[in-house]
């Protein structure tokens, strides 16, 4: 099981637009092809305006799976147009849980 910890940094003033756009548009379509959402997070302290989404695969040609599909999807590819200029910084790390690693899913 791997775990994909994405941190994107959004432009100034635009966190809560982001927000109702990426629930409206974004969310369905990544948990119909993504699939495992572990968290949906905003930063309070530390660098602010940041999200970080934590979402979950067996493997990481299941995640390269998953993308592919997501990525095929016309809806997705509207949604990318529509969200240009939103974030000013995105960080992308794989993660892989240690054996003493909780179950959480």
Known sequence: ????????????????????????????????????????????????????HIWVYDSLADREQRRIALDADPAWTAFKEINRGTFVQQDVKILRGTRFNPKLI
């Open 1 to 52: 099981m791997i775990f994909e910890h994405r941190t994107y940094t959004v432009a100034h003033g635009q966190m809560e637009t982001y927000l109702a756009r990426y629930e409206k548009h974004a969310l369905p379509l990544q948990l119909k092809h993504l699939g495992r959402l572990l968290g949906f997070f905003v930063s309070e302290i530390g660098p602010l305006n940041q999200v970080v």
